[in-house]
């Protein structure tokens, strides 16, 4: 099993690009996760989705859509980035029920100039 | 919204010692999970603990969820340089709907002393 992976790993992009952000995970888990980690931050949810089909906003939402694709797949995309979106995005995944505990991605290393 | 407060920020550790760190809240957790950040990595899920007074290892880390469900604690005996890293924990409030997601405290810095 891979566990959850994500793509790219290192993406640059210049102000008001877009780009979409891959998540795939194979254990079969019905939630997946999108956090931004910034320095001295901590982990800071962007949205979430608890089943195939659902979305909705975490924390900080605000410049990000996500699509929930499948049962396997969750991706996020910045329609116009902006320098404030350089950070580092991990995917994570979990199964329903109590505890949450959470598997995540290697993470995407993003940089908007 | 919710706030965990971890301490300490950083520390520096020589081989052989014992760490400590915590995390509280003034809000009732349901769930305390510990997980550590290795440079350039995911997180990586160390401990769960379920319930008050839970006293949990894994190795020689030993996690404790406080009694009263506002904190919780983790200790790393006999560390080694493989041991640096940033440790997070994370509580959840209770089960299900945008409650059941996890918050995240800010991380403890562990380096080796120079």
């Known amino acids: 099993n891979a566990g959850v992976t994500q793509t790219p790993k290192f993406q640059v992009l210049k102000t008001g690009q877009s780009m979409t952000l891959q998540c795939a995970q194979d254990?079969?888990?019905?939630?997946m996760y999108w956090y931004r980690q910034d320095p001295g931050m901590g982990l800071r949810l962007i949205y979430y989705?608890?089943?195939?089909?659902?979305?909705d906003k975490g924390e900080v939402p605000n410049g990000y859509n996500v699509s929930r694709l499948n049962k396997r797949e969750f991706s996020l995309r910045l329609e116009s980035a902006a320098p404030s979106q350089t950070s580092v995005y991990f995917c994570a995944s979990t199964d329903v029920g109590w505890g949450n505990e959470q598997f995540f991605g290697p993470g995407t290393r993003l940089t908007v100039l | 919204g919710q706030q965990l407060n971890q301490s300490p920020q950083s520390m520096f550790i020589q081989e052989g010692e014992d760490v400590s760190m915590n995390c509280t809240s003034s809000s009732i957790f349901n769930t305390w999970l510990w997980y550590k950040q290795d440079p350039g990595e995911g997180p990586v899920l160390l401990i769960a603990l379920y319930k008050a007074g839970e006293l949990t290892s894994n190795g020689r880390l030993t996690a404790q969820f406080g009694i009263t469900r506002k904190d919780s604690f983790l200790n790393i005996s006999a560390s080694i340089p493989s041991d640096v890293g940033i440790y997070f924990c994370a509580g959840q409030l209770s089960y299900g709907g945008s409650q059941g997601n996890l918050i995240f405290g800010k991380g403890t810095k562990l380096s080796v002393k120079p």
């Open positions: 989705s608890a089943s195939e089909g659902t979305t």
């Open positions: 254990m079969n888990h019905n939630s």
